[in-house]
């Protein structure tokens, strides 16, 4: 989580027309006091009862533990990109990360 929030501006266009929605099995308050502590500039959702997990086949096969996966989701729903795992310690991951968010933020003509 710390390299997400390092990398936010860049990886997540600073949160422009992107979201990012870290799930966890973890209960809800030590999720906030983590993300707190830890200046995570993101949302965190609670899953304690795996029902979100074991949609997207994030429970390992140990009891109580779920694997690190991470999705791109559309704006129309539909999962764009997946990483399960996802590897966290692989700098490349990052940058195909940043490259399925890129494909569906529109170019910004603007210049901001």
């Known amino acids: 989580m710390n390299a997400y929030r390092d990398q ?7 949160g422009r027309n992107v979201v990012l929605i870290a799930i ?6 030590a999720l906030y006091t ?3 502590d830890a200046e995570f500039p993101f949302l ?8 979100i ?3 997207y086949g994030a429970l390992a096969s140990r009891a109580g533990m ?3 996966n991470l999705f791109v989701v559309g ?5 764009t990109y997946r990483a399960t795992p996802f590897r966290e310690i692989d700098p490349t991951a ?10 569906l933020i529109p170019a910004d003509t603007t210049g901001h």
Not at 8 to 14: D, I
């Open 8 to 14: 936010y501006a860049q990886l997540f266009k600073n």
């Open 24 to 29: 966890s099995a973890d209960p809800d308050t």
């Open 34 to 36: 983590w993300a707190r």
């Open 44 to 51: 965190f959702a609670s899953d304690t009862g795996t029902v």
């Open 53 to 55: 997990g074991k949609m």
């Open 66 to 68: 779920t694997n690190r």
């Open 75 to 79: 704006p129309d729903g539909k999962i």
């Open 94 to 103: 990052y940058t195909e990360l940043s490259t399925a968010i890129g494909k």
